[in-house]
């Protein structure tokens, strides 16, 4: 099965750079896909790694490390609208159907403050 | 991105009763999905809605409890089958090209029950 393990929580403060943490163990890894849930809303799509390395998109950034189970997103110059959770999504393969699934974390809550 | 909507947006309904969720996108896409977000927690995939076929199913989730149809390529219903207080959550539909690709969300369905 999968495990994908992230901080419940987190506190940054406005203008400053927040690294949340993701590591997972899985089989048939097919990619790991990060995603922003403000309150009541649904998921949106931030980010996607599939090799290792670091992958930049405007103030957000997602590392990933195969070999060790781990990537990380990068948020530089917060701002109070950056205050939501942040899931860790896992790509693997299903049940040795040929097909993959999408295994979530928990999510991080990031809140940021003044 | 697909433009993806989701009937209703949110209801209320009484225990033993049945409540159908459609799910629209604007495209044809290949892969549609059905999640469970219950409250503080992250998603749970419920199946993936199969175009001419059966839904294929998680563990933990059936057809019974929650019946899938899927009559063409832009469009899915999810029924929850004789509601308890324990089906209270939000659904959500999601898109994909492929079953590699990223996903997209519909808004979801925040569903109470008494």
């Known amino acids: 099965g999968q495990n994908i393990d992230q901080p419940t929580e987190m506190t940054a403060t406005e203008g400053a750079i927040v690294q949340i943490n993701c590591t997972y163990q899985?089989?048939?890894?097919?990619?790991l896909f990060w995603y922003q849930q403000h309150a009541g809303e649904a998921p949106t799509f931030l980010s996607y790694?599939?090799?290792?390395g670091l992958e930049e998109k405007g103030r957000f950034s997602s590392f990933l490390s195969r070999s060790k189970g781990y990537s990380y997103l990068l948020l530089k110059e917060l701002q109070m609208k950056d205050s939501a959770s942040y899931l860790c999504?896992?790509?693997?393969?299903?049940?040795?159907?040929?097909?993959?699934?999408?295994?979530f974390g928990k999510g991080t809550k990031l809140s940021v403050i003044p | 991105s697909a433009v993806i909507s989701q009937k209703p947006s949110r209801d209320i309904c009484q225990r033993g009763t049945s409540l159908t969720i459609q799910c629209q996108v604007d495209?044809?896409?290949?892969?549609m999905f059905w999640y469970r977000q219950q409250p503080g927690q992250s998603l749970t995939l419920i199946a993936t809605?199969?175009?001419?076929?059966?839904?294929?199913?998680e563990s933990g989730f059936v057809i019974d409890k929650f019946p899938i149809s899927r009559p063409n390529l832009t469009f899915s219903t999810l029924t929850v089958s004789n509601m308890s207080p324990e089906d209270s959550s939000i659904y959500l539909c999601?898109?994909?090209?492929?079953?590699?690709?990223?996903?997209?969300f519909g808004p979801g369905t925040r569903l109470t029950v008494l």
């Open positions: 495209s044809q896409v290949t892969m």
């Open positions: 999504a896992v790509s693997s393969a299903y049940s040795g159907a040929g097909s993959y699934q999408l295994t």
């Open positions: 899985t089989s048939g890894f097919n990619g």
């Open positions: 999601s898109v994909a090209g492929t079953s590699t690709d990223t996903q997209y």
């Open positions: 809605a199969n175009q001419g076929s059966e839904a294929t199913y």
């Open positions: 790694n599939v090799l290792d």
